[in-house]
């Protein structure tokens, strides 16, 4: 069983900036992408962003797109999002999720594994 493990949620104002990891516990399991999602209180879980693994081919949500980046480091077990320009509406637990066959990057439903999720809380 994949797990996967995120950090680097913490509190911050509005306008700065979180870097989220997330590793899995498996390096050569197979992934067809790598997303995060992310939960407020009394909402659904909702896309975030996206990144195809073998192409590299990135996809973000219209509310983060030009604020956020999906990386992945060059040993290809960790991917990361970049947060910046912060605001309060970012406020969620935030999940990273790995898909292991062709599927909706944006659909959670099509994921496989899920990390536990880190806390991202940002003040105005």
Do not use: H
Request: hydrophobic share 35%.
């Amino acid at each position: 069983q994949v797990q996967l493990v995120e950090s680097g949620g913490g509190l911050v104002q509005a306008g700065g900036s979180l870097r989220l990891s997330c590793a899995a516990s498996e390096r050569t399991f197979s992934r067809y992408s790598m997303g995060w999602f992310r939960q407020a209180p009394g909402k659904e879980r909702e896309f975030v962003a996206a990144i195809r693994w073998s192409s590299g081919l990135r996809n973000y949500a219209v509310s983060v797109k030009g604020r956020f980046t999906i990386s992945r480091d060059n040993d290809g077990n960790t991917v990361y999002l970049q947060m910046n320009s912060l605001k309060p509406e970012d406020t969620a637990i935030y999940y990273c999720a790995a898909q292991t066959a062709y599927g909706s990057a944006s659909n959670p439903a099509q994921y496989d594994y899920w990390g536990q999720g880190t806390q991202v809380t940002v003040s105005s």
